[in-house]
């Protein structure tokens, strides 16, 4: 072989040797990162449905990354925001991340996450509601709102508990969809509703945009490593309503109390890591009765 035959050989088997060498590196960090004796991963869903929100399933979990440390997801998708009754005219979607810390030989879990939701609601005031808010005409927008958030859980052999609260803060405003008017066409300018919100007065796609909170807290008697009862309370209401496109500012009349439920609930839990809940009991804010059913599955 000449001299040169030898330079050509000598190159290539370097270059596969730099080529082998860097996917046997890409294998050992995706080997590494999918090994769940490292990195244990657990995913729960959730067939979720209530008086208010409609259907809402959901998907959340963790990715183990210390002992007490994961990485948190949670993924939730509201099909009709509709208050009493469902008209599938408002669907929602929420994407959150953050982390999922444990403490007291994992008892309590403490997960702060921040999110996005996609929709209308936040920031056309999308959805119909019972009381006359919200326009059901409206754009649908991706990243509309910012979503922080914090849930707690405690579980023993004997008692369980979950604190969850969240910020829904519109960071878009929009009108209607395209060829109809928006806001700016309102006629009630200088009214008693200058967003065209009512029902009876509003222009097609008026709008205006609005901030929520929404927090709930149970805590329940583990009867047996089946059975637990408990008492719920949770409450959704406005902190914010402005009006885009006619002067801006605020609408101090919007801030209100969409729902305060307080009521027992009854879960059974089975093997396999599924268990149903059902809550039901009173909306001390609109005189009514109100109920939530949730059935989970986590791998």
Known sequence: MRRGQWGVAAVAAAVLLCVSGGQSARAGVTDDLMD?????????????????????????????LTDNVALAFNVTYWTAISGIGVHNN?????????LNLTFLDKR??????????HGQLLSSRGGFFSNGDGATNERTTAFEGIVPSLTMNYV???????????????????????GQPGASHCT???????????????????????????????????????????????????TRASAT????????????????????????????GMAFRFTAGKDMGNNEDFYKLKFTKTF
Request: net charge negative.
């Open 245 to 272: 496109g006619l002067g801006g500012g605020s609408l101090p009349g919007y801030q209100q109390d969409y729902y305060r439920w307080i009521g027992p609930y009854v879960e059974m839990k089975l093997a396999g």
């Open 36 to 64: 769940t004796t490292k990195h244990p991963v657990s995913v729960t869903m959730a067939m979720q449905a209530d008086s208010f929100f409609g259907f809402n399933p959901a998907i959340y979990g963790t990715y183990g």
């Open 188 to 238: 009630q300018v200088g009214s008693n509703d200058p967003n065209c919100l009512l029902t009876a007065s509003r222009g097609v796609g008026g709008r205006g945009s609005w901030d929520f909170l929404h927090y709930w807290a149970n805590v329940g008697y583990r009867a047996n490593s089946m059975f637990s009862l408990g008492v719920h309370y949770e409450q959704l209401l406005s």
């Open 90 to 98: 408002n669907p929602w979607l929420e994407t959150d991340m953050g």
């Open 108 to 117: 309590l879990s403490i997960t702060p996450m921040i999110g996005f939701v």
């Open 156 to 178: 023993d052999d004997r008692f369980e508990g979950e604190f969850y609260m969240g910020y829904y803060k519109a960071i878009r405003e929009e009108g209607g969809k395209a």
